[in-house]
């Protein structure tokens, strides 16, 4: 059975910075391209960004170009989220996906095949 489980959420001040992970098991880590999306109250679930599964391309949303950087580490089955420079609209539940690495990589959350439970971040002014 697949487990995709993310922690390092939390309440953090405007311009702060949090570390998001999320730790995969029950599959081929590498068999897969890992995103992260989230959603606020009352908001679509939305696209964040994503890794190859080779670590070696990324996608990001516009909104958080230059302020987040996603990464994988293949042996340790995880992905991480370094968030800087937040902002009150970053506050969301964030959650991982794992989507099959023989797509391309999407911001589509609909060629995702596996989720976490999500973790919320909040951002206060």
């Known amino acids: 059975q697949v487990h995709l489980v993310e922690s390092g959420g939390g309440l953090v001040q405007a311009g702060g910075s949090l570390r998001l992970s999320c730790t995969a098991s029950g599959l081929t880590f590498t068999n897969y391209n890992m995103g992260w999306f989230r959603q606020a109250p009352g908001k679509e679930r939305e696209f964040v960004t994503t890794i190859a599964w080779s670590g070696g391309s990324t996608q990001y949303a516009d909104s958080v170009k230059g302020r987040f950087t996603i990464s994988r580490d293949n042996a340790k089955n995880t992905v991480s989220l370094q968030m800087s420079s937040l902002k009150p609209e970053d506050t969301a539940v964030y959650y991982c996906?794992?989507?099959?690495?023989?797509?391309?990589?999407?911001?589509?959350?609909?060629?995702?095949?596996?989720w976490g439970q999500g973790t919320q971040v909040t951002v206060s002014s």
């Open positions: 996906a794992a989507g099959d690495r023989r797509l391309f990589l999407s911001s589509d959350y609909n060629r995702y095949d596996y």
